[in-house]
């Protein structure tokens, strides 16, 4: 009996364990407006799946444009930066989108832009931060 009260307490040790090794997903919520994004910083796990739902209160078309760890866009935002992405998507104004991602799997601060021509030089920045 005591024995396999032992092995039932180490299954269920091993099952949380394997349940905290699964895949994460997050959930950010931002809103894209003139000129700024609504919260500016942003903190998701290593390689996890992102789900971002996006809306523009703005009045122009947005981007949310995620660079690659260590580069940052050269205002004015331009196809020489277009290789230095890692991810991103676009959102006419008024529209509302939910996008799912995979967050890069390198820790550190990435910088977030808006790639609509002097966005940037407005003040159109954020950080998402990847633990």
Do not use: R
């Not at 180490?10 to 700024?36: N, Q, S, W």
């Not at 809306?55 to 290789?83: Q, R, W």
């Not at 890692?86 to 550190?108: N, Q, R």
């Amino acid at each position: 009996m005591k024995k396999a009260f032992v092995f039932l307490m180490l299954m269920v040790v091993l099952a949380l364990a394997l349940t905290g090794c699964g895949p994460k997903a997050v959930t950010l919520d931002v809103e894209l407006k003139d000129f700024a994004f609504t919260p500016d910083t942003f903190e998701v796990p290593a390689g996890a799946t992102v789900t971002l739902n996006m809306t523009n209160a703005g009045t122009v078309t947005h981007e949310y444009v995620i660079m690659v760890l260590g580069k940052d866009a050269t205002p004015p935002f331009s196809d020489d930066d277009e290789p230095n992405i890692f991810w991103e998507h676009e959102l006419d104004m008024g529209g509302s989108e939910t996008i799912t991602f995979t967050a890069p799997t390198e820790p550190g601060e990435y910088h977030i832009v808006c790639g609509i021509p002097a966005h940037i030089e407005q003040g159109m920045v954020a950080t998402l931060t990847v633990k």
